[in-house]
């Protein structure tokens, strides 16, 4: 039986917090998705999934601006440090990885992003 790609189920937008004001990350600490759009014009920014999603959103910015964890992608943080007062973001939950990596490549062929990986 094949298996269905899943429908995510979002959070509410929320403001993309800072670390040095004491910004709080809501996100789920098991597998899951995030998406960041910018505020002022609703484009998408990214979609990226994580084993923790919490920890792996941590890791948007730069380690020297709040950041933790590691990014190969520096473009990324540094587009998300510079847009962070215009940047909101969703998660969702999934079962696992896997099912995550499913909803994101559904997402990634349905919407655009600025950084489309």
């Known amino acids: ?5 899943p429908n995510p189920t979002w959070s509410r937008w ?5 670390p040095h004001d004491a910004g709080i990350l ?17 484009r998408l920014v990214l979609i990226g999934i994580g ?10 910015l730069p380690n020297d601006k709040g950041g933790t964890g590691t990014r190969n992608n520096k ?5 998300v ?10 998660t ?9 990596k499913r909803m994101e490549t ?3 062929n349905e919407l655009e992003y600025i950084f489309p990986t």
């Open 1 to 5: 039986m094949p298996t269905q790609t």
């Open 81 to 90: 440090d510079r847009h962070r007062n215009d940047i909101e973001y969703r």
């Open 75 to 79: 473009r990324k943080q540094n587009y």
């Open 14 to 18: 929320r403001p993309f917090p800072n």
């Open 51 to 60: 084993t923790n999603v919490a920890w792996r959103m941590s890791s948007l």
């Open 106 to 108: 559904k997402l990634l």
């Open 92 to 100: 969702s939950p999934a079962i696992s990885k896997p099912d995550a």
């Open 26 to 42: 809501t996100a789920p600490f098991g597998p899951g998705l995030y998406e960041l759009r910018r505020t002022s014009d609703k």
